[in-house]
T-cell receptor, first 113, second 114 residues
Framework: AQSVTQPDIHITVSEGASLELRCNYS??????LFWYVQSPGQGLQLLLK??????LVQGIKGFEAEFKRSQSSFNLRKPSVHWSDAAEYFC???????????FGTGTSLTVIP | DAGVTQSPTHLIKTRGQQVTLRCSPI?????VSWYQQVLGQGPQFIFQ???????GRGNFPDRFSARQFPNYSSELNVNALLLGDSALYLC?????????????FGPGTRLTVL
């Protein structure tokens, strides 16, 4: 069965520090990979996505993610975190055959001044 | 432009009752998906509809059903409510019925089952 694992439930970083959120997936074929952010009072917003091609993808708000097939990972990174980045981050996988979508359990990010 | 809208915002029901949640997609979008997000967890896929046909179904019991109307709005129905159905129900719309199309999420309906 397909699955998405986000090992870190909660991460705290200082403003201006770099950030990496981990995501591992379990899927037989080439996955469609996504990162979403959910802020209090706001809906889920797509940060970036990977389907094929260049394994380093750029997203909105200065985020990027790298697809590593050998590690079944799709980690999200940002070089310098801003206080407004505090939110819940979800990694997700799209399965084309059954037209289904799987979210991880999320990583809560706290940014301290 | 209006985003995805959902109604009602909050809902309180008792066990055994039935509930209907509504979703209006972004204008021009023909696909609607439903998700259940239990507190502290990621959203779980329930259904996807495209052009009024079911295109995908998650691992939910038959108490959950949905439909899509000619104007592409959608309803999610849950029968015989259980305490465990308490969650945030999210609707997402996209332009096409494939998993690689960007989904735009609504603010959700918070369902509490007592």
């Amino acid at each position: 069965a397909q699955s998405v694992t986000q090992p870190d439930i909660h991460i705290t970083v200082s403003e201006g520090a770099s950030l990496e959120l981990r995501c591992n997936y379990s899927y037989g074929a080439t996955p469609y990979l996504f990162w979403y952010v959910q802020s209090p009072g706001q809906g889920l917003q797509l940060l970036l996505k990977y389907f094929s091609g260049d394994t380093l993808v750029q997203g909105i708000k200065g985020f990027e993610a790298e697809f590593k097939r050998s590690q079944s990972s799709f980690n999200l990174r940002k070089p310098s975190v801003h206080w407004s980045d505090a939110a819940e981050y979800f990694c997700a996988v799209g399965e084309n055959t059954g037209n289904q979508f799987y979210f991880g359990t999320g990583t809560s990010l706290t940014v301290i001044p | 432009d209006a985003g995805v809208t959902q109604s009602p915002t909050h809902l309180i029901k008792t066990r055994g009752q039935q509930v209907t949640l509504r979703c209006s997609p972004i204008s021009g979008h023909k696909s609607v998906s439903w998700y259940q997000q239990v507190l502290g967890q990621g959203p779980q896929f329930i259904f996807q509809y495209y052009e009024k046909e079911e295109r995908g179904r998650g691992n939910f019991p038959d108490r959950f059903s949905a439909r899509q109307f000619p104007n592409y709005s959608s309803e999610l129905n849950v029968n015989a409510l259980l305490l465990g159905d308490s969650a945030l129900y999210l609707c997402a719309s996209s332009s096409a019925g494939t998993v690689y199309n960007e989904q735009f999420f609504g603010p959700g309906t918070r369902l509490t089952v007592l």
